[in-house]
């Protein structure tokens, strides 16, 4: 008699079947639409962190079981990694002497990075995307199977595919079979899973080419990384395509320019902004309103050097950890010394200044703290990535007893933020460490379990839903990550609260415990714009450009219709500025309808027209920002009205 195992499916059934059967022979068994629409499958086995698997692989022991469908998340990353290796059969094809890098699929879809001579064009993306059509319609396997390793190695060398070597020698064993998924005539070094065929992708598009370093190093051959996306559904990639059009209308770096928010200069370097007047008033709005909540909610405000010695962040653990991310060291008279590119260091040594009392916690530092990080040139972009920013950092320093309410703070005013800001929509995840890979992460797994139970207490308690991240943590603790929503439903990483049992250690912190003894406090790291300069550019995209007016730069401006009414247009003027209104009077000898096109383009939220009419009656005919209708009312309720709307940072005018 066949040796048989049992399975163990979602709904907490259990079907016994002979051993080897596979998922999509399971699936069968349960209805044909099932089996149908089966893309992948998600097993464990003994107790081991479930994993995903091709619905064809044989079950060799008792499993638990899910069939993956257009229903779940994972399905389209598989279904989009499967789309990758789609892009790349369909390049071999129309190009057999391109070598191949590795094809992952991305939060948005996929990219695969190739190897070639000649650059691709625009047109042969166009035969490449007709190409992996005629691939679709054959309705090609991804078939799986195995070589001994050696024999594996040996045909990707006669193949010269010199990528394809250094990862299975990176991250096989000498003595292990390696996977490989063919694909029509694409051979790739794969763990997968992939879905059953190539006939399931039903949409996709190439989106740009885009230059890739091999292994992300300046002194590597250059690889040519085409990106593409695709769908369950046609409508949810038309959906997609129609944001990217949007995005790019949004653009912060083209608006930035016509705003005259900000700049990169070529000789200062790359990385680095230079805040224009307008830009500059935004973010003094920017700072304003987080110190301002700082004081309400209990924290101090603090100022730290930008330069400290190599010493301090060897003793944090940075120059072991963080180092390839710092700027290379400062030579001066006394030591060496390095650019922060954290605040926290500096946190630590306030706290640490004088000895605390258990009545003194929770202390809350706060700083809007300049930090320096050496990003590489091909991964900067505008305000989003840059190598000097500003981060609303605060650290917290508190006894093990008041950790939940002090992360709960710090997720209550997160939410505060984003809504005060005009975001109604955010995500929330909560990354967590991978025992597996003890090197990249500090402390002790009692230490990490208590850390990551306490902020899933707190998520839970505050009725949050949220998505577990294995892995992704700092290197010194579990963090929650919430991410906005924007106006086109992009998702933004901004706000982070961080949970730290390493530094304190490191640092030897103290306080005297109720006791009299001397206890160790819990560290909490919270930044909650993240960058004034990506939240800034996040701003820039969502509102594009047309910020509301409490932020908006300029605020109003006034327009006389001729220079009898310039007299009448300064005492608006100045009445507006008595309420802490940007306001300017418009007197240019230009046509009126030249100054009002161009300040709509500045999209400023009010433009008040006043001419005889007006002057006689103490009124202002307004014009507001998107609306075609004017109105007409006194000064004195247009003052009303500003201020009622800047009071409550509304986003509406």
Not at 48 to 54: K, M, T, V, Y
Request: glycine share 8%; net charge negative.
């Amino acid at each position: 008699m066949a040796e048989t195992i049992h399975i163990k499916l979602p709904d907490g059934s259990e079907k016994e079947v002979p051993k080897g059967t596979t998922p999509l022979e399971v699936a069968k068994g349960i209805s044909p639409r099932l089996a149908d629409a089966a893309l992948a499958a998600r097993v464990s086995s003994n107790g081991d962190q479930p994993a995903l698997i091709d619905v064809g692989r044989p079950l060799e022991q008792d499993t638990k079981l899910e069939i993956l469908t257009e229903r779940n998340p994972e399905a389209l990353e598989v279904y989009r990694h499967s789309s990758a290796h789609l892009l790349a059969a369909a390049v071999l094809e129309l190009f057999p002497e391109t070598k191949l890098g590795h094809g992952p699929a991305t939060e948005n879809g996929f990219f695969y990075d190739f190897y070639r001579q000649t650059p691709f064009t625009p047109e042969d993306l166009e035969k490449i995307e007709k190409k992996m059509q005629e691939l679709v319609q054959q309705n090609l396997p991804y078939a799986r199977e195995f070589l001994p390793r050696t024999e594996g190695l040996e045909r990707f060398k006669n193949e010269g595919d010199f990528m394809k070597c250094h990862f299975i020698e990176q991250f096989t064993k000498p003595d292990e079979k390696i996977s490989i998924y063919k694909t029509g005539k694409f051979l790739d070094f794969c763990r997968g899973p992939h879905i059953p065929s190539t006939g399931r992708i039903k949409a996709f598009k190439l989106l740009n080419i885009a230059g890739a370093y091999w292994l992300g190093d300046e002194k590597n051959p250059q690889l040519q990384r085409i990106y593409g996306t695709s769908f369950f559904s046609k409508k949810d990639l038309d959906a997609y395509l129609h944001q990217i059009e949007e995005a790019k209308k949004r653009d912060h770096r083209v608006i930035g320019k016509q705003l005259d928010l900000f700049s990169i200069q070529e000789l200062a370097g790359p990385g680095l902004i230079f805040w224009h007047p307008k830009g500059g008033i935004i973010r003094k709005e920017m700072e304003d309103w987080m110190r301002d909540q700082y004081i309400r909610r209990g924290y101090s405000l603090v100022y730290t050097p930008h330069v400290m010695r190599k010493q301090l962040w060897q003793t944090s653990g940075h120059e072991g950890y963080y180092s390839q991310n710092m700027f290379d060291v400062m030579e001066l008279d006394d030591a060496e010394y390095r650019l922060k590119p954290m605040n926290c260091p500096g946190h630590i040594l306030i706290y640490k200044d004088g000895l605390k009392s258990y009545r003194d916690l929770p202390v809350r530092l706060g700083e809007l703290g300049t930090v320096y990080r050496y990003e590489r040139s091909g991964v900067m972009h505008g305000l989003l990535r840059v190598r000097g920013f500003t981060q609303d950092d605060a650290h917290i320093f508190c006894t093990p007893e008041q950790i939940e309410g002090e992360i709960a703070a710090c997720v209550e005013f997160a939410a505060d933020v984003l809504k005060d800001f005009g975001f109604d929509k955010f995500v929330t995840e909560l990354s967590t460490w991978n025992p597996d890979d003890k090197k990249n992460f500090v402390g002790s797994e009692d230490q990490w379990n208590l850390a990551t139970s306490s902020l899933e207490k707190v998520l839970k308690k505050l009725g949050i839903e949220y998505k577990t991240i294995p892995g992704e943590a700092a290197f010194y603790g579990p963090k929650i990550d919430i991410k906005l929503v924007d106006a086109i439903g992009r998702l933004w990483q901004l706000s982070t609260v961080q949970f730290d049992f390493n530094l304190p250690a490191r640092f030897g912190l103290e306080y005297v415990a109720e006791d009299g003894t001397r206890k160790q406090p819990v560290m909490v790291h919270r930044a909650l714009y993240g960058s004034i300069e990506r939240f800034f550019g996040v701003l820039i995209e969502h509102y594009a450009g047309a910020f509301p007016v409490w932020l908006s730069p300029v605020q109003v401006v006034v327009v006389p219709i001729a220079e009898r009414h310039v007299e009448y247009a300064n005492r608006v003027e100045s009445q507006l500025r008595e309420t802490n209104v940007r306001v300017e009077v418009d007197a240019r000898n230009e046509k009126m309808n030249a100054k009002i096109r161009e300040h709509a383009m500045q999209k400023v939220p009010f433009m008040l027209v006043v001419g005889d009419k007006e002057a006689e009656a103490g009124k202002v005919n307004v014009r507001t920002r998107g609306k075609e209708k004017t109105e007409d009312m006194t000064a004195e309720e247009f003052r009303e009205k500003l201020r009622k709307l800047i009071a409550e940072k509304s986003a509406q005018l």
